[in-house]
């Protein structure tokens, strides 16, 4: 008990809570600017953590990810490019229901959902993290390779439009994938003896490139303005939640649940947890059709998914020091720089650490909603600058920002040869998420796919052998399987003559 | 007329930047920030390293040390940006082992020689751990199993395929008079992952540095069977070194040294090895080397650069008989 | 039942399309390539990564390795191109080989987009030359005249922009942009 009360000293400090308070707003900033991650948020705080104290080193980055991840779906509403990729889910549900002049119950619903997800992953950090990372820490490269291709599965299947054009978009992306040397085998793959093709595809400037970059190349041809957003009525930012929440119970639990859980698996972070989510919930909704088009639904559950990853991630990264995301694998290093080794140890040893980094964890996602409430209500003045002005900005944002992440103007270069392929694959209505998730899922699959097939000497058997494995393996292909039985089922209705034949 | 005035300010402008950083650079080093390149990700253990240094340094020199991640291709991108730059003291960096593999897996031209050695500030032996289920109690009975059983019976990893603790695993099989690839390596994105996949069952056998697996040692899910240096490591008194558990003579030590690119001035050197030195010293390095489980191995310029040197031979070595050497 | 793979690939003949996609309300919006050539592209993409990857080698004593993924990539591309060329084939879609939208005539637009890339070109080339902050400047202030912004207000928000962004990620977050060779301005 004592030691509680200790965690709440170190936390209750007027220097700590500044702290606090200012990675919140940086975070805001960071995330609502297209382009630039949570990820990047964290690398970009670790200098200046450097210079505190544990709590608020660790209380900066936990508060800046959690603002980070809500405030990429600001930009995602407003202007239909993802703050971040855990936001490039439901972009469409989202920009479509601020083109129908309902951006606040939009971003409300990101909000207040993304503060449940956050608060429903803390709990589950602090009360059962040791246990769930043990069964992830059973995951080997077969059970990974399953999961790579869920999301994969997911990619295509959850992205609007045809999915042969799903599948084309996703091919660009695990191609992109392949450049470089970080393959198993290693060997350079397509560098055609550049030193810088040998680290591969970025992925932070290919991000960039294909959501920003050819926003801003398809503004600059269209020169249409905007048409100008109806004002939303009042203050609908918390009014509707209600609503939403009574309706969508079940998607709200199940989206914090799922999204907990992935982020707690190792590898697996707040972007795949909302791609599964918004899956699960259009494959479970009643009007599935509605997705895509400004329904609300599935981003109630994978704004609460990729809020509760957040937090998940934090599970396996506090109790083996092994890192759930790119976020906490820095967190990792900062606690290492602080002298604090992630392990049981810690617990053992500085367990009123360990409190503090909870309080600020459930600090983080209640200040959210104060301060997610300015952002909104200030974001929304970006729909009044004219995009003649806002878009040369933004243009020199993801330059700096393609800069930043390596210190390179080769992520320059990949930001623009992105950006023109982003726009070339818009024009041709060949959707852009599933590209993003070959380019990051890619060398995951290949990874998990080779070791496997080395580790078991070749026999495809193996991927069904380990009882998780064989799980989620099995899992996968009812996935698979579904849309295909439902094509059939479908055809031989309409090759019947009959009245009630689909379409 | 208007154009001669143009031209004047344009030619005065550039005559003082120019002036002003020639002025600058002989009058004293250092007088603006320097930028310290760490070759692979925030969050490693290269990194921490590197920013402990930045840290110190800028203290003890005055002006900041920014940290600098160039990461990606095994290296190679970091280490090139590094001796490409201009050897004027205001890039510094961290070089890691990875110099003396790359060019022979003929990935870049580079070697050590391209760079000025500072000092060596940190060395790691490797080890090899096994999973605390494993019935493996000593090396000598893994040992024994491993050459009972047919090839590729045992499965290891902790690096990508022809990374450093691949080297290790062929190096000390060699050493045993095994083929090199008797135990079949599963490449994985780094120590951590590899020791996260003996755990689970996937592998049987960690090379890497007992430090990489101190957390996972630490919570009793890891066992280490020896260490690849000449003596027991100060973190790790009852694990034997490999001579001690099977009589094999195989070392290998990864190693971080802090370097500029060829052609520093000596006095922007001497400046700069005189900080590192203090930095060394200072309690808070120490304290946090011994937190992480590093080794800490001091070693100033000409020294540190035959360690380098030898271990570009060796590995050569090694690398050549494993079939990895292009 | 998936709603999505209901849609024919045909954009325009599917009658839940105008629900999923915005742009093939109005054919002309967009530069596009007909089915039979997408399909074709994909093909022709597939042979080509397969070919090239003729040249990688397995892992020493393994079945798979370097090749793996990328045969694997173009086998479905190749599948995927067979497959839309012949759904194209069947379905005898009366689109272009290449539909031109509006804004390939309108000269506005292509002068637009040339600048927009080119002043990130110009970025990549000269801004460790001639420093941040006066490339910057230049960046966004031309692409701001390009659009037709009035001239005092593209100098007086490219000004700002450039400092906030110079201070924000040069100063606060250290990042290494270019040092201007006018010293004073950084």
């Known amino acids: ?503 | 007329m208007y154009k001669r005035t143009l031209m004047s300010i344009a030619a005065a402008l550039i005559g003082t930047t120019l002036f002003g950083m020639s002025a600058a650079s002989a009058q004293s080093y250092p007088d603006r920030p320097i930028q310290m390149i760490v070759p692979w990700g925030a969050g490693g253990g290269t990194d921490a390293v590197g920013r402990v240094f930045a840290s110190l340094l800028q203290e003890e020199l005055g002006v900041p040390v920014n940290v600098v991640n160039r990461t990606g291709g095994s290296g190679v991108v970091g280490h090139s940006a590094l001796a490409n730059a201009a050897p004027d003291g205001y890039t510094i960096g961290v070089m890691t082992i990875e110099i003396d593999m790359m060019h022979w897996q003929g990935l870049t031209e580079l070697t050590h020689e391209d760079f000025d050695i500072l000092a060596m500030v940190n060395a790691d032996p490797g080890g090899l751990m096994v999973s605390a289920d494993s019935e493996y109690e000593s090396l000598d009975t893994l040992l024994e199993a491993i050459k009972a059983e047919p090839k590729g019976t045992f499965k290891s990893s902790g690096t990508g395929q022809g990374g450093i603790w691949h080297l290790g695993l062929a190096g000390w099989l060699l050493s045993e008079g095994l083929e090199p690839d008797h135990v079949t390596w599963v490449p994985s994105q780094g120590a951590a992952p590899g020791i996260t996949d003996m755990v689970a069952g996937g592998v049987d056998i960690v090379p890497s540095s007992l430090a990489e697996g101190r957390s996972m040692i630490d919570a009793g899910r890891v066992r280490p069977l020896a260490t690849m240096s000449g003596e027991r490591q100060e973190a790790f008194p009852d694990v034997p070194t490999l001579n001690e558990a099977t009589g094999s003579d195989w070392t290998l030590a990864v190693w971080r040294t802090l370097v500029g690119p060829d052609g520093m001035p000596d006095d922007v050197k001497a400046t700069l090895t005189a900080a590192i030195e203090k930095a060394y010293n200072s309690e808070e390095y120490q304290t946090f080397m011994n937190d992480r489980g590093f080794g800490m191995r001091w070693a100033s310029g000409e020294e540190a650069t035959e360690i380098v040197a030898a271990d570009d031979a060796s590995l050569g070595e090694v690398m050549t008989k494993a079939g990895l050497a292009k | 039942m998936d709603s999505v793979s209901h849609v024919p690939d045909v954009k325009l003949g599917g009658p839940l399309a105008p629900l999923l996609f915005d742009h093939s309300q109005d054919g002309s919006a967009s530069m596009k390539l007909n089915d039979l050539s997408l399909g074709i592209l994909v093909l022709l993409s597939g042979v080509g990564i397969y070919l090239s990857a003729l040249q990688f080698s397995p892992i020493p004593g393994q079945a798979y390795g370097a090749e793996t993924m990328p045969t694997t990539i173009a086998l479905v591309a190749i599948g995927l191109g067979v497959f839309m060329i012949g759904k194209a084939v069947v379905v005898r879609n009366a689109a272009p080989v290449l539909a031109l939208a509006d804004w390939t005539r309108s000269p506005m637009a292509l002068v637009g987009l040339s600048v927009a890339i080119g002043l990130v070109v110009f970025y990549i080339l000269f801004s460790q030359a001639i420093g941040f902050v006066p490339t910057a400047f230049l960046v966004i202030v031309t692409l701001m005249l390009t659009l037709r912004t009035r001239p005092v207000t593209a100098i007086l928000v490219s000004l700002l922009a450039t400092i906030v962004i110079q201070q924000a990620f040069g100063r606060l977050l250290l990042v290494p942009l270019p040092r201007s060779a006018l010293g004073f301005l950084w």
């Open chain 1, 1 to 503: 008990m004592s030691v509680i009360v200790e965690a709440f000293g170190l936390v209750f400090q007027p220097n700590v809570l500044l702290v606090i308070l200012g990675s919140a707003c940086f975070g805001m900033f960071v995330g609502a600017i297209p382009g630039l991650t949570a990820t990047m948020a964290t690398a970009l705080l670790v200098p200046i953590t450097f210079f505190m104290d544990p709590v608020p080193a660790i209380g900066a980055i936990v508060t800046a990810t959690a603002m980070a991840i809500f405030a990429g779906d600001i930009p995602g509403a407003l202007l239909r490019m993802p703050g971040t990729p855990a936001s490039a889910a439901y972009v469409e549900d989202a920009y479509r229901m601020t083109r129908s002049g309902r951006s606040e119950e939009s971003l409300g619903a990101a909000l207040v959902f993304s503060a449940i997800g956050g608060i429903f992953g803390t709990i589950v950090l602090v009360t059962a993290s040791p246990a769930l990372a043990e069964v992830a820490l059973k995951f080997s490269s077969f059970e990974y390779f399953w999961l790579v291709v869920l999301g994969l599965s997911c990619a295509v299947f959850v992205s609007p439009g045809s999915v042969t054009r799903g599948i084309i978009s996703l091919l660009i992306g695990l191609f992109a994938a392949t450049i470089g040397i970080d393959n198993p085998a290693g060997e350079p793959r397509y560098t055609f003896g550049n030193v810088e093709l040998l680290a591969g595809v970025q992925f932070i400037p290919a991000m960039i490139g294909l959501f920003a970059v050819s926003e801003v190349l398809r503004s600059v041809v269209s020169r249409s303005e905007r048409p100008p957003v109806p004002p939303s009525s009042g203050d609908g930012i918390f009014r509707s939640q209600w609503t939403n929440l009574k309706r969508y119970p079940v998607q709200v639990l199940r989206g914090s649940v799922l999204g907990t859980a992935i982020g707690a698996l190792p590898g697996a972070g707040a972007d795949i947890a909302a791609w599964i989510s918004y899956a699960v919930s259009k494959r479970f909704s009643k009007q599935p059709q509605k997705f895509g088009t400004g329904h609300v639904e599935g981003l109630v559950e994978a704004g609460a998914s990729n809020n509760g990853a957040v937090s998940g991630a934090w599970i396996p990264a506090l109790v083996f020091g092994i890192p759930g995301d790119s976020i906490t694998a820095i967190v990792i290093g900062v606690l290492y720089i602080k002298g604090l080794n992630p392990g049981p140890t810690i617990f053992i040893n500085d367990p009123q650490l360990i409190y503090a980094v909870f309080i600020v964890f459930f600090l983080a996602n209640i200040i959210m909603l104060p301060l997610g409430w300015v952002a909104i209500k200030s974001a929304g003045t970006i729909l009044a600058v004219p995009e003649r002005v806002l878009m040369p900005i933004i243009l020199m944002f993801c330059i700096v920002g393609s800069f930043a992440i390596n210190n390179s103007i080769f992520g320059v270069i990949l930001m623009l040869i992105f950006g023109v392929l982003g726009f070339l694959m818009d024009e041709n209505d060949i959707p852009i998420a599933p590209a993003i998730l070959g380019l990051v899922l890619g060398p995951m699959l290949e990874q998990n796919f080779i070791t496997s097939m080395i580790k078991a000497d070749g026999s495809f058997l193996a991927f069904f052998e380990r009882p998780i494995a064989a799980g989620l393996g099995l899992f996968t292909i009812a996935i698979w399987c579904l849309p295909l039985i439902a094509m059939m089922i479908a055809r031989r209705k309409r090759t019947a003559p009959g009245p009630n034949a689909p379409d």
